[in-house]
């Protein structure tokens, strides 16, 4: 069965955990419109491979910024920082598989864990790639991704090993040509794993007023440090993705609560009413009451 979602959410001590990729056949297949939803950044153990339909995305993976056209698509390495919008705010529809490392590599102690697994998910140089339409081993990760999702529509008999067999050769493609082919574009970000740490307490604690200091803090780094790291890895400073996070908070509670604008400011860390409206506004190109007329 494809889906059109994930009822994803965050474990705030590492990872997102997705639950429909679960013990007993851990792959599972999405398609879905990223004017409907977008993928903000966050990070989890499996893999996932993507490509895009129709429209164009804008993928970000730990530092490096791409635009993705029809046909073209990403694969993501396991634990990798990643985050997909809209990049004309048109129809961009996507196609993406998300499966576990053991789906692949079996038990720990496998061979297949230790001479294939292990070396790839290791690699700090290699966080994920872009899958174009002229690269010859991408090619075949996008053809795999399309058969997955032929199957996945079909469910047609044992098509549970097929598909085990086609996520196997995404790795194994992936695991063969990273080496050589992205060394020097992926360079190594010491950062990471303090980024991560500062995104999980934003993510834990936006409804309370909080500072720079607060945030490098939790990093363990000195208010520079913690702008350089925010910067080059996420894109932007530790203060405006706060305020970013705290608006699309916002815009959700909109859509799915009765609750009042002001109450759902304060609830978002917004302490004036109407710096939270203009900055409402100047994001989402109308006012906060507006997406309650819709929703």
Same mark, same amino acid.
């Given at each position: 069965?494809?889906?059109?979602?994930?009822?994803?959410?965050? *474990?705030?001590?590492?990872?997102?955990?997705?639950?429909?990729?679960?013990?007993?056949?851990?792959?599972?297949?999405?398609?879905?419109?990223?004017?409907?939803?977008?993928?903000?950044?966050? %990070?989890? *153990?499996?893999?996932?491979?993507?490509?895009?339909?129709?429209?164009?995305?804008?993928?970000?993976?730990?530092?490096?910024?791409?635009?993705? !056209?029809?046909?073209?698509?990403?694969?993501?390495?396991?634990?990798?920082?990643?985050? &997909?919008?809209?990049?004309?705010?048109?129809?961009? !529809?996507?196609?993406?598989?998300?499966?576990?490392?053991?789906?692949?590599?079996?038990?720990?102690?496998?061979?297949? %864990?230790? /001479?294939?697994?292990?070396?790839?998910?290791? !690699?700090? *140089?290699?966080?994920?790639?872009?899958?174009?339409?002229?690269?010859?081993?991408?090619?075949?990760?996008?053809?795999?991704?399309?058969?997955?999702?032929?199957?996945?529509?079909?469910?047609?008999?044992?098509?549970?090993?097929?598909?085990?067999?086609?996520?196997?050769?995404?790795?194994?493609?992936?695991?063969?040509?990273?080496?050589?082919?992205?060394?020097?574009?992926?360079?190594?970000?010491?950062?990471?794993?303090?980024?991560?740490?500062?995104? &999980?307490?934003? %993510?834990?604690?936006?409804?309370?007023?909080?500072?720079?200091? *607060?945030?490098?803090?939790?990093?363990?780094?000195?208010?520079?440090?913690?702008?350089?790291?925010?910067?080059?890895?996420?894109?932007?400073?530790?203060?405006?993705?706060?305020?970013?996070? !705290?608006?699309?908070?916002?815009?959700?509670?909109?859509?799915?609560?009765? /609750?009042?604008?002001?109450?759902?400011?304060? &609830?978002?860390?917004?302490?004036?009413?109407?710096?939270?409206?203009?900055?409402?506004?100047?994001?989402?190109?109308?006012?906060?009451?507006?997406?309650?007329?819709?929703?």
């Amino acid at each position: 069965m494809i889906l059109s979602g994930s009822s994803s959410t965050i *474990d705030f001590s590492k990872m997102e955990f997705i639950p429909e990729c679960d013990r007993e056949f851990p792959v599972t297949c999405y398609e879905y419109d990223l004017c409907e939803r977008i993928e903000p950044w966050h %990070w989890h *153990d499996q893999f996932e491979a993507a490509l895009v339909e129709g429209g164009e995305a804008f993928l970000c993976i730990e530092g490096c910024e791409y635009s993705l !056209r029809p046909g073209e698509g990403y694969f993501i390495n396991s634990s990798a920082l990643h985050s &997909l919008s809209n990049i004309s705010g048109k129809s961009c !529809r996507v196609r993406c598989v998300v499966f576990t490392k053991e789906f692949v590599g079996g038990f720990a102690d496998s061979v297949f %864990w230790r /001479k294939y697994l292990l070396p790839l998910v290791e !690699r700090r *140089d290699f966080s994920g790639c872009v899958l174009s339409a002229e690269n010859e081993w991408q090619a075949k990760i996008r053809r795999c991704i399309e058969e997955i999702f032929a199957l996945f529509k079909s469910e047609a008999d044992m098509y549970e090993l097929e598909a085990r067999e086609l996520v196997t050769k995404i790795v194994a493609l992936a695991a063969e040509n990273s080496a050589h082919s992205f060394a020097e574009e992926h360079a190594e970000n010491n950062y990471i794993s303090k980024v991560k740490t500062m995104l &999980l307490y934003i %993510w834990q604690n936006y409804q309370r007023q909080i500072t720079l200091s *607060d945030i490098a803090k939790a990093g363990a780094l000195s208010k520079n440090e913690c702008m350089l790291c925010f910067n080059k890895t996420v894109g932007t400073s530790p203060i405006q993705y706060l305020k970013n996070y !705290r608006l699309e908070k916002a815009e959700e509670l909109l859509r799915v609560t009765n /609750k009042k604008v002001g109450e759902i400011s304060e &609830l978002c860390g917004f302490q004036d009413k109407s710096y939270f409206t203009k900055s409402f506004r100047e994001k989402f190109g109308k006012a906060p009451l507006e997406v309650r007329k819709n929703k």
